[in-house]
């Protein structure tokens, strides 16, 4: 695996990228509507572990999160898991739709 | 699989840029609601719409058309739907609406302007300068295209001197209250939903319609905007018994309608188990957003209705007209 630096920077830019907190319990994938095993919880672990091609590679997952806040009004720790799904698009955006904006 | 994500974000940003909106609609589509209601042009307080219940039905028609597509490799044809889009406004061929869809929205709005006249608050309306917030763009992580239309809205807003919005939806609520003041720097605008507007006058109810249904709340309107129990007391004095469904409040199950333009299939399969959820409790569902009214209603079965709180509060707080 490849840890990106650059990548991990790019995230803290984009905005207030919270996951580290993190305390891997799974309540959030528990009740999220999409049923899917990567939202939000390992999508974040990939994000945090710098691993760039994980993350981008899963952009259509990263786009189908409804914002909806269900994750994050039962979680734990208190992340902004919205916000955080939020920050990846800008980055899936520039990277590999080419969204780069004026 | 879901429709080319790509094209479709970059007709967004390209709409935004260009067209001041995420669907460019004609300005009569925008304002149309208006007619005959006497609304003040400016003022303080205003009522903004953020064109949300009027893109309601234009965004149904494109989804339907993006539908057709889901799954397929359509990646070139939207390419050149994006290449085509930036010199001419693609939305009035791919998001065709009837005359009677429209007419359906708007009389939600006029419903709410109704409102709040029988509460005797004063408002005026922006009309041409009634701005979409951005609110799509924001979420999908377009933020420089949402920023310039901030900015927009803000100006329009300082311009024409308003101190106080009244909004209709959650999403605009919500961008103009929680995330405008981030972006725009000095935004000082006083914003609060219609909803919050009415019970904070603790109206008295002309008629008690002594009807029962459960009701849906919008994620945003619960978990972002803290709007829960405005539309329960609303409802209440008005007569209405409000059931509530598994999942409700703070912890409301959403509609889907967030993927509805990207991934058309899994939207559809999430509105169908709410509707379920509700529909358990009472087949009579109440939403307060035209997003998860637009949502619900095109998976309910035959005997849901799902209709906005304002075709209720309409009922319960302005007097009938006497007929001429
Ligand atoms: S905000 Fe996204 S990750 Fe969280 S529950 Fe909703 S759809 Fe799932
Ligand atoms: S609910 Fe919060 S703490 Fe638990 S896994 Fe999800 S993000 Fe981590």
Redo the contacts with the bound molecule.
């Keep these: 695996m490849k840890v990106d630096t650059e990548f991990l920077s790019a995230l803290k830019l984009g905005g207030e990228f919270d996951a580290r907190m993190c305390i891997n319990c799974g309540t959030?994938?528990a009740?999220?509507?999409?049923g899917v095993e990567l939202?939000?919880r390992r999508l974040f672990r990939y994000a945090l572990l710098g691993n760039r091609d994980a993350v981008l590679g899963e952009a259509e997952t990263i786009f189908?999160?409804?914002?909806?806040?269900?994750?994050?009004a039962n979680c734990p720790a208190g992340i902004h898991?919205?916000e955080n799904?939020r920050t990846l698009r800008t980055v899936v955006n520039r990277d590999v739709y080419g969204l780069a904006e004026a | 699989m879901p429709v080319p994500i790509a094209s479709t974000l970059g007709m967004l940003g390209d709409n935004l840029r260009k067209r001041k909106s995420a669907l460019p609609l004609r300005r009569r589509a925008v304002t149309g609601w208006t007619h005959g209601l006497d609304i003040p042009r400016g003022g303080e307080t205003v009522l903004y719409t953020g064109q949300m219940w009027q893109m309601v039905p234009a965004i149904d028609a494109m989804s339907r058309q993006l539908a057709k597509y889901e799954g397929r490799s359509s990646a070139r044809l939207f390419s050149v739907a994006r290449s085509m889009n930036k010199v001419l406004n693609l939305t009035p061929f791919l998001a065709r609406t009837s005359a009677r869809e429209r007419a359906a929205f708007d009389e939600r709005l006029r419903n709410i302007a109704k409102l709040l006249k029988a509460a005797q608050v004063p408002f005026g309306y922006l009309y041409e300068d009634d701005l979409y917030a951005g609110g799509l763009a924001h979420d999908e992580g377009l933020d420089e295209a949402f920023r310039v239309q901030a900015q927009r809205v803000a100006d329009a807003l300082r311009r024409h001197g308003v101190r106080r919005v009244i909004t209709v939806d959650p999403h605009t609520t919500n961008m103009l209250r929680s995330v405008y003041p981030t972006v725009v720097p000095g935004f000082d605008v006083q914003v609060k939903s219609y909803l919050e507007v009415l019970a904070e006058r603790r109206l008295s109810a002309t008629t008690k319609l002594g009807e029962t249904v459960t009701f849906h709340d919008s994620?945003v309107y619960a978990r972002y905007e803290g709007v829960l129990e405005e539309p329960r007391s609303l409802m209440k004095e008005g007569g209405i018994t409000v059931l509530e469904p598994e999942m409700s409040g703070k912890l409301t199950f959403?509609c889907g309608g967030p993927l509805e333009s990207l991934f058309p299939g899994k939207s559809a399969e999430i509105a169908s188990r709410r509707v379920g959820q509700l529909s358990a409790v009472s087949k009579r569902v109440v939403t307060a957003c035209p997003l998860c009214m637009a949502n619900l209603k095109r998976v309910a079965p035959a005997g849901v209705t799902i209709e906005d709180v304002s075709d209720y509060l309409v009922k319960a707080y302005c007097p009938t007209p006497v007929p001429a």
């Design positions: 959030c994938t009740l999220c509507p999409l939202m939000p189908s999160c409804l914002l909806c806040r269900l994750c994050e898991i919205a799904v | 994620c959403c």
